[in-house]
């Protein structure tokens, strides 16, 4: 039976794009080769290529004066790319939770990371906001959703500088004005498809101002030059984010997905906020609607709980060791159905101790 999959990352993947990829990998497009066989440079792999990009290029509005990349080396690639890229001298930083703070840590390598804002006093349980963006430095960074402490901007800031986003566990959950960014990039394997591929969108205009030597393959110009072809692909991975995408646009999208996660949430948290045993992690106003942290308010009922989960067929809950306690993640693929079934069993459980 397949389970109710709550897991942070690798998230889960939709039905039909678990089954279209998996007979691609058989034969691929009725051509008698699996597509792990085939040259990335062939027709029927530049095709997956071609819609995988329209569909980034449409399910979000990326405008035209924009690339859309498909790289290797993971989100963590970009937390260095992005500053030997971008950063001449200095950039500014939010520091919204571990993962913003490894950007920070690689960002230090080229320049000088300032953070301009923290959440660290409460262990990252808040997004920070009120901030004044400096207008001397070469960008801003910021992460839309902190996948570890349960944290999402509800909102962007209005940025004099350049704005980057690493939006690696909420990409394609909600609409966003792409305009507003410089650069967008997110690891595939929470939100958009499996680990391997990582999505980089960009406004080809803040490049080429640095005057620092690059490895070539680190250098986005290579990539956007090469059309995401300069070396060889990850094509599975970017064949299962075709397929994952396809799937989203055939629900209506990111606005109608955006509605079913608000539903999935506020299903979610009202079970939190109503049940006794229980309590949420963050502030209110700054819940994720993808990563939902919570506590049992007598941690010695974990393995209970956790043993409960199991038996319903949940699985993932486990929370990140940085905060503890659990983590529910409702990624874009998971349906309200698995919702339902996590909360009626906390509900049971709370009946269960009483
Ligand atoms: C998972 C995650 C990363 C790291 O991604 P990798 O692809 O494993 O390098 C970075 N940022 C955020 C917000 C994440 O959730």
């Known amino acids: 039976m397949k389970k109710h999959n709550f897991g942070a990352g690798p998230g889960i993947l939709p039905e039909s794009a678990l089954e279209k990829s998996a007979a691609a990998v058989l034969d691929f497009n009725g051509i008698g080769m699996s597509l792990l066989?085939?040259?990335?440079?062939?027709?029927?792999?530049?095709?997956?290529?071609?819609?995988?990009?329209?569909?980034?290029?449409?399910?979000?509005?990326?405008?035209?004066?924009?690339?859309?990349?498909?790289?290797?080396?993971?989100?963590?690639?970009?937390?260095?790319m992005v500053p030997m890229n971008l950063m001449k001298s200095k950039a500014a930083y939010v520091e919204s939770g571990v993962w913003a703070n490894k950007a920070i840590k690689e960002a230090n390598l080229f320049g000088e990371a300032k953070v301009i804002a923290t959440s660290k006093d409460k262990n990252f349980n808040y997004v920070p906001k009120g901030y004044?963006?400096?207008?001397?430095?070469?960008?801003?960074?910021?992460?839309?959703n902190n996948t570890i402490y349960g944290t999402q901007m509800k909102s962007f800031p209005e940025s004099p500088i350049p704005m980057i986003c690493d939006m690696s566990s909420d990409i394609f959950s909600r609409p966003i004005d792409v305009s507003k960014f410089d650069l967008i990039y997110a690891g595939a394997q929470k939100n958009m498809g499996p680990a391997?591929?990582?999505?980089?969108?960009?406004?080809?205009?803040?490049?080429g101002k640095t005057g620092r030597p690059m490895p070539t393959?680190?250098?986005?110009?290579?990539?956007?030059e090469g059309d995401s072809l300069y070396n060889t692909p990850p094509v599975f991975p970017i064949y299962v984010c075709m397929e994952t995408l396809v799937w989203l646009k055939s629900i209506g999208g990111v606005a109608a997905i955006e509605k079913t996660n608000q539903a999935k949430a506020d299903m979610f948290y009202a079970e939190?906020?109503?049940?006794?045993?229980?309590?949420?992690t963050c502030e209110k106003e700054d819940r994720s609607n993808m990563n939902a942290c919570f506590l049992l308010k007598n941690p010695e009922m974990e393995e209970e709980f956790l043993k409960m989960a199991k038996d319903a067929g949940?699985?993932?809950?486990?929370?990140?060791?940085?905060?503890?306690?659990?983590?529910?993640?409702?990624?874009?693929?998971?349906?309200?159905?698995?919702?339902?079934?996590?909360?009626?069993?906390?509900?049971?459980?709370?009946?269960?101790?009483?």
């Not at 939190?272 to 949420?280: A, E, I, M, R």
């Not at 529910?328 to 693929?333: D, E, L």
């Open 37 to 80: 066989e085939i040259s990335h440079r062939s027709k029927d792999f530049d095709a997956v290529m071609v819609k995988a990009k329209s569909l980034v290029k449409e399910l979000l509005g990326v405008p035209d004066n924009y690339s859309i990349l498909f790289l290797q080396g993971g989100a963590s690639t970009q937390f260095a």
């Open 132 to 144: 004044t963006i400096p207008n001397d430095c070469d960008y801003l960074h910021v992460t839309s």
């Open 196 to 207: 391997g591929v990582t999505l980089v969108i960009i406004k080809n205009d803040i490049l």
């Open 217 to 224: 393959m680190l250098k986005y110009e290579t990539h956007i």
């Open 272 to 280: 939190v906020d109503s049940n006794p045993l229980f309590v949420g």
């Open 314 to 354: 949940i699985i993932g809950l486990k929370g990140h060791r940085s905060v503890g306690g659990f983590r529910a993640s409702m990624y874009n693929a998971l349906p309200i159905e698995s919702v339902k079934v996590l909360t009626q069993m906390m509900n049971d459980f709370a009946l269960k101790k009483a």
